[in-house]
């Protein structure tokens, strides 16, 4: 059983920053990409940034240069820095990660966390 579970959402002002953190639990193996995406009311979910265990990142053009993403192998855990907050950065933030729960079964699956609010208004 593998869970993720984010935290760090809220409400915060234009111009503002949030970290959103990522912990994987369960029974993990090795876990390769892990990336946050977002969905605003009435929108599609979309792809906000992925980063590889290697370390490669990739990030929408909406938030180059304001988001960094990074994780922490030892603890299973990705973060989120968001800086210079936009109101169209409001939406729910999830978390994703692909897992290999064991060393005999060589596929990795994908994981879902259930959602962080972000609302970026004065």
């Known amino acids: 059983q593998v869970q993720l579970v984010e935290s760090g959402g809220g409400l915060v002002q234009p111009g503002g920053s949030l970290r959103l953190s990522c912990a994987a639990s369960?029974?993990?193996?090795?876990?390769?990409?892990m990336g946050w995406y977002r969905q605003a009311p009435g929108k599609q979910r979309e792809l906000v940034a992925e980063?590889?265990?290697?370390?490669?990142?990739n990030y929408a053009d909406s938030v180059k240069g304001r988001f960094t993403i990074s994780r922490d192998n030892a603890k299973n855990t990705g973060y989120l820095q968001m800086n210079s907050l936009k109101p169209e950065d409001t939406a729910v933030y999830y978390c994703?990660?692909?897992?290999?729960?064991?060393?005999?079964?060589?596929?990795?699956?994908?994981?879902w966390g259930q959602g962080t609010q972000v609302t970026v208004s004065s």
């Open positions: 369960g029974t993990i193996f090795s876990i390769n990409v």
């Open positions: 980063i590889t265990s290697g370390g490669s990142t």
């Open positions: 994703n990660a692909g897992i290999r729960t064991s060393r005999y079964y060589s596929r990795y699956l994908d994981y």
